[in-house]
């Protein structure tokens, strides 16, 4: 009942507070500190004991800090991780760990130490104090910034810093606790190691627990209820392995583990999937948090009973500190990595931001309900580190939140920079004018009189000439600017292209992920690099990645085909979904971009798409020349994926129209789910076709050999697979081999010339045959199937096929005349 009445309440503070203005969190801490005082005056009170009956559960509320460490923060923290933008927050990955763990470390330094001198409370209560104050609560600041429009930067810096603040601040916390509670001397080494072992360990646990999450998902079949109730469960297992088996932070391990599924689950999920788990993990958080909260708050009056000047005045040193050690972190050690340029500066507005913007919240009073819950510890000691922490926590709910939107004000962070507003401008008259002509339309369609629409229409002419008037967005950016600009909302585009083809069902899995990270890519080294930065990160995709070249490697040399084969179908794949959505942004400069950035730069990003066009086709169109039947396998998967999508989407018109009841709908989405639709089939499969066998016959020059002949011949022969720009033969090396191109072509770099080979050709065997060294390069010019032949076996070879030793002889002469001619 106490749950359900505070939820009520939590609700209606929510449009109260928007009404207001102030931070929900300020308002339910008001609020809380307000229901506690209240229930702990009626029920001591003597007029009356009406009342006792509801306001005992209140007063002696049996929450301990347990539930809120156990219940609460694991949800919090792992919401928290999973929303965030994790690939932007490695842009600033060194301010965010140095605010978040180094400025832990100096809080409580520079806290305990002064408190420790002024008030003479010994030294290892202090740091306790230190550790537990720490910790910060982005959530009322993070309302802020979003309800004024702070620049994205500072929100994604305070947001960082919280989330792995909390996690540094817990690890030193419950160290300090440990040596306070077994009453032995802290040993600073022994204790930075054991610090260091709980974080790294927290971190290898959370990155493994994550992975295995992303892994898991798929087996869900996309049942976003199972999706779900399996992220629910994870933060619960991940914190208690941690915690308590492990002995590592489970803390550390939560939020590892939420930044580790932020950043791979997206192709392991459809992108409805992950827009219901993103909305259901926003809500339990914001239950959690403001539960959390307001039941912190409600035992506020409790612990403050009998607070006196002395407290007062420990709380205000608190402040004080707490706000000098913030300062040192912000404004002495941070710039000293942007000197090393470890790190972008961070301006001074920024600094003063974060520097005020340090609230605490319910993590700082939970660890202090932790603290009067030990019996271990002295009475004079929980009472010093309760009062304390609750009147600092309070003073900056109620001194820092209330003007925070104030200072943000005066430091002229509430407005965009002149290039934002310049592009808010044009986008605005772009909409303002789509809005007009629309709006123009229906009143002729719904035969309005001209007098009334004219009326409406006028006012949107007159805001499209008075942001006209404000200058375009040519005027404001430079031409590079404009053409970054437009390269990163291409990126943006091309990534949400992929998505939607995720959410078709056209993609495996590994491609979206590789499809991804690539888009990813571009956007950083545009915003780093511009143009070149974009042209490098989109060049980089059509490479032979690691992986690639790892399994090319683990076939060349044991003969092993199945991860070359499933590289080189990803290849395929990779190649065939990029050139349909590159096909599709360049109806998109032409509708989209154009009107905002210009003609002239709009033509750059079409010459630019275009080149990315041809060089994707190139590459596709080589390995089609290889593989022609499972490139047509692969668009007619496709197309049947296409199908199936469009098939359900027409089910589900008719069904809002009122054509289909519910039953036949479902009975007709079942059919096509079970692939009973008529367009099921299986997927294709890429035979990399390196049986030699089969590659001998194919070649002219075996053509006429016996089978008895044709077998001695397989068993001394091996196929190689080879690729685009690979180095076959290398000038000077000593042969070992003689190579025969069954498909495929090659090039002879010799000097001054090249000389092109294709099926039936072979090479090599100058080496062998007179002793020498390779005489010039020898390149794939596309995907090849060779037939090598080893030294040895080519000397048996040859002896007992006379003919052939006769024909490659006369080829060998031939080519040794012609390079003497060149």
């Known amino acids: 009942m106490i749950i359900a009445c505070l939820l009520v309440v939590i609700a209606v503070i929510q449009p109260l507070a928007a009404r207001l203005k102030v931070p929900a969190s300020v308002l339910l801490a008001a609020v809380g500190v307000g229901i506690g ?38 949800l919090l923290l792992f919401q928290a991780a999973l929303t965030i933008e994790v690939r932007r927050m490695m842009e600033d990955v060194a301010p965010i760990l140095l605010m978040a763990v180094v400025a832990v470390l100096v809080a409580a330094a520079v806290i305990g130490y002064g408190l420790h001198a002024l008030f003479g409370v010994p030294l290892l209560a202090c740091l306790l104090l230190g550790s537990i104050v720490a910790t910060t609560d982005p959530a009322a600041v993070v309302a802020i910034f979003r309800d004024i429009g702070a620049p994205a930067r500072l929100t994604r810096l305070v947001e960082g810093e919280s989330l792995l603040n909390d996690a540094a601040a817990i690890a030193l916390f419950t160290l300090l606790l440990g040596v306070i509670a077994s009453g032995q001397p802290l040993d600073l080494g022994q204790g930075l190691l054991w610090f260091v072992a709980s974080f790294v360990g ?33 933060p619960y297992i991940i914190y208690i392995v941690g915690d308590q088996m492990l002995k590592v932070s489970g803390v550390v391990a939560v939020v590892v583990a ?19 788990l993103v909305n259901l993990w926003e809500q339990v958080a914001f239950w959690a948090g403001s539960l959390v909260f307001i039941m912190a708050a409600v035992l506020v009056p409790r612990i403050l009973t009998g607070l006196t000047l002395t407290d007062v005045l420990m709380v205000l040193a608190l402040v004080v500190a707490a706000l000098i050690a913030r300062a040192l972190v912000l404004f002495l050690l941070l710039p000293l990595l942007s000197a090393v340029r470890l790190a972008e500066k961070v301006s001074q507005p920024y600094k003063v931001t974060i520097l005020w913007g340090g609230l605490r919240g319910a993590v700082t009073l939970a660890l202090a309900l932790a603290v009067t819950e030990n019996p271990g510890l002295n009475p004079e000691l ?28 005066l430091l002229g962070l509430d407005r965009l920079s002149p290039i934002d507003q310049a592009l808010r401008n044009q986008v605005l008259v772009l909409a303002l004018a789509d809005v007009r002509d629309a709006v123009q339309e229906a009143a002729k369609r719904h035969e309005i009189a001209p007098t009334v629409s004219r009326s409406v229409i006028a006012r949107y002419d007159a805001r499209i ?61 545009t915003r780093a690099d511009g143009r070149l930065g974009y042209i490098r990160a989109s060049r980089r995709l059509l490479k032979f990645d690691r992986t690639f070249r790892t399994a090319h490697l683990l076939h060349r040399w044991t003969g092993v085909e199945r991860p070359l084969n499933r590289r080189l179908a990803e290849r395929f794949e990779t190649l065939l979904v990029l050139r349909l959505v590159l ?143 690979q180095a076959v033969v290398r000038k000077g ?25 294709g099926r039936g050709d072979f090479f090599g065997e100058m080496a062998l045959l007179t002793g020498q060294r390779r005489m010039a390069d020898i390149v794939a010019l596309t995907y090849c199937h060779l037939l090598v032949l080893d030294n040895a076996d080519f000397e048996k070879f040859l002896a007992v096929n006379p003919e052939i030793r006769t024909h490659i002889e006369s080829t060998m002469a031939a080519r040794a005349a012609a390079n003497g001619k060149g």
């Open 258 to 276: 939420g930044l580790t599924v932020s950043a791979f689950i997206r192709p392991n999920i459809s992108p409805a999937n992950w827009r219901h």
């Open 583 to 725: 096909t599709e942004l360049r109806a998109y400069i032409t509708t989209r971009l154009t009107p905002l950035i210009g003609r002239r730069i709009a033509e750059l990003l079409q010459e630019i798409l275009r080149a990315r066009l041809t060089a994707t086709t190139k590459a596709l169109d080589v390995l089609r020349l290889q593989y022609p039947d499972y490139a047509d396998a692969l668009e007619r998967q496709f197309l049947r994926h296409l199908a199936r999508r469009e098939e359900l989407v027409h089910y589900d018109g008719l069904r809002a129209e009122g054509l289909l009841g519910p039953e036949v709908h479902d009975s007709l989405r079942r059919t096509v789910a079970t692939g009973k639709s008529g367009v099921g089939e299986e997927a294709p499969r890429l035979d990399l076709g390196l049986k030699t066998r089969d590659l001998i016959q194919q070649f002219p020059l075996f053509a006429g050999l016996p089978k008895a002949s044709l077998d001695k011949v397989s068993r001394l022969m091996h196929p190689q697979f080879v690729v685009p720009g």
């Open 37 to 74: 005082s209240l229930a702990a005056f009626l029920l001591a009170t003597p007029l009356t004991d009406a009342f006792n009956a509801v306001v005992e559960p209140l007063v002696g509320m049996p929450v301990t800090s347990a539930v809120f460490l156990y219940v609460f923060l694991p």
């Open 733 to 757: 090396e000593r042969g070992r081999g003689v190579y025969f191109v069954s498909s495929g072509a090659v090039e002879v770099r010799l000097p001054g010339h090249a000389v092109r080979l």
């Open 382 to 409: 929980k009472r010093f580190v309760a009062v304390t922490a609750s009147g600092f926590v309070l003073f900056t709910l109620f001194v820092n939140g209330t003007t925070l939107r104030r200072v943000i004000a």
């Open 202 to 234: 927290g971190v290898v646990l959370g990155a493994v627990g994550g992975r295995l999450v992303v892994s898991v998902l798929p087996l869900m079949g996309g049942h976003r209820a199972a999706e779900a109730t399996l992220t629910l469960a994870a």
């Open 465 to 525: 000439a008075e942001l006209a008037g404000a200058g375009d967005i040519e005027q404001a950016l430079l031409d590079r600017e404009r053409l970054a600009l437009g390269l990163i909302a291409l990126a943006g585009r091309e990534r949400e292209l992929v998505l939607e083809h995720h959410e078709h069902g056209t993609l495996s899995m590994s491609v979206v992920e590789r499809l991804l990270r690539h888009t990813e890519r571009q956007m950083e080294a």
